[in-house]
């Protein structure tokens, strides 16, 4: 028996990281005011297949699709930000008091190439910000957010890369296909040149760089204000003291992105742990011409755990063992107590004290405590480490 490929079971000490960092983004997102949004997995293909652009790795391969009983095409959504559209255009965000800030989290689906970091079922924290008039001041506390967000989760050695796509990006997409139409391209290259040019940019193959080198810049392409406004958001980053690099070759999978996009890379892993940026059209082209600009980034749950120190997160495990039958209730109620600074338990197996231990140990708690009449009566208890064997008497009031 075995599991589909690419999907994995998440347990184990991933299974405690997974929960521990769940908690801490769900708490990060409700601090900064975002609203939970639950979304259903599946959604109508159109949702997608319209949207995110049909020559996009995730539309014209990596959508998991089917027909249901009633002949709906149907996919297991491949990311959150066409749902959130769904769902603004079908309640109607826009007549709405705005902003509206969402935060989502749950199970995407693409049919990638399974490897390190990238599955075919993967989990996103996904936030968006829709309706707020003021752009420049979002686009620079949305990516702030996303700074914080990596922050907390302890994830090192991570470089954001930025870049602005010009208005005129079909203007763009001329000059580079102009350009790399005659070069020697990699096969796979040559495959995007007439499908999605842009994705060129993104190669990793040495001769494709190598040509890349003299392409069209996209920053040739930028009109004045648009220059501008590349200048200011790389003073506000200095000021926050946020460490970017503007990358031209930035311009993300998804054909949503109309101006400012970002990515976190985690140098080791060599992937975005996060990405995003402005998409004022995707409203306007769900609803028949209505506005909502709107700004948002998600951030890849598997591939955040294995960039992050899982010790950063864990508490001591704390075992109680009860020595005498009439102190089983002190000993639950102190169990409660002292869950502000241990992880902390009752052991359930062993028929004696030693056993207890042991089992104790088995289960890989750091430190147990024996409560019997004793400790009640002098209001103490003592705290042993397993592995050292060192014990420390603290006062308890039962
Ligand atoms: P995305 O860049 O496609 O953007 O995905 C965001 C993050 O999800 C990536 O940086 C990566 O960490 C993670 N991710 C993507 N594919 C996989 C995979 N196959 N396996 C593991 N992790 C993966 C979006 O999805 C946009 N909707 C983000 C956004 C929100 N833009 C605006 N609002």
């Known amino acids: 028996m075995q599991s589909v490929r690419g999907f994995q079971d998440i347990h ?40 995110l652009g049909d020559d ?28 959130v559209m769904r769902y603004a255009v079908e309640n109607s965000l826009d007549k709405q008091v705005l902003p509206k ?4 989290f749950g199970p995407l689906f693409r049919y990638d190439r399974p490897q390190k970091g990238r599955y075919r079922q993967f989990h996103q924290y996904n936030f968006e910000i829709l309706g707020a008039s003021n752009e420049s001041h979002t686009d620079v506390y949305g990516i702030f957010l996303a700074s914080e967000l990596i922050k907390k989760l302890e994830v090192q050695n991570v470089i954001l890369n930025v870049n602005i796509l010009p ?37 990793k193959e040495e001769c494709d760089i190598e040509i890349l080198k003299n392409a069209p810049r996209v920053t040739d ?45 985690q140098k080791d892993l060599g992937l975005a742990v996060l990405g995003g940026g402005r998409y004022n059209n995707l409203f306007t082209n769900m609803s028949n011409g209505r506005t909502l600009p709107a700004f948002g980034f998600a951030a890849g749950v598997e591939r955040l755990m294995l960039a992050t120190n899982i010790s950063a997160f864990l508490r001591p495990k704390l075992g109680i063992i009860c020595a005498d039958e009439e102190c089983l209730s002190k000993c639950l109620q102190m169990i409660n107590s002292l869950q502000e600074m241990y992880d902390c338990d009752l052991i359930l197996n062993g028929s004696s004290i030693t056993k207890q231990i042991k089992k104790a140990d088995q289960l ?5 405590s ?3 009449t004793t400790e009640i009566q002098k209001k103490e208890m003592t705290i042993k480490e397993l592995s050292t064997g060192v ?4 006062k308890y009031d039962y």
């Open 12 to 51: 184990k000490q991933d299974a405690i990281l997974f929960d521990i960092m769940n908690a801490k983004v769900l708490s990060f997102a409700q601090f900064n005011c975002f609203e939970s949004l639950h979304l259903p997995i599946i959604e109508f293909e159109e949702i997608f297949a319209n949207h």
């Open 56 to 83: 996009s790795d995730v539309v014209s391969k990596e959508m998991y699709s089917f027909v249901d009983k009633s002949d709906n095409r149907i996919v297991l959504r491949p990311e959150f930000t066409a749902s």
């Open 101 to 104: 800030k969402f935060f989502s």
């Open 167 to 203: 208005k005129n990006i079909e203007l763009y997409k001329k000059k580079l296909y102009d350009y790399l139409s005659n070069k020697n391209l990699s096969d796979i290259s040559k495959h995007r040149l007439s499908k999605n040019v842009l994705r060129i940019l993104d190669s």
């Open 221 to 265: 392409f930028l009109e004045e204000e648009e220059l501008k406004y590349r200048k200011f958001i790389a003073e506000q980053l200095q000021e926050l003291k946020i460490d970017f690099e503007f990358n031209d070759n930035l311009v993300r999978g998804l054909d949503y992105y109309n101006s400012v996009v970002f990515e976190f890379i």
């Open 364 to 368: 890989k708690y750091e430190f147990i």
């Open 370 to 372: 024996i409560i019997g």
């Open 391 to 394: 014990e420390k008497i603290v």
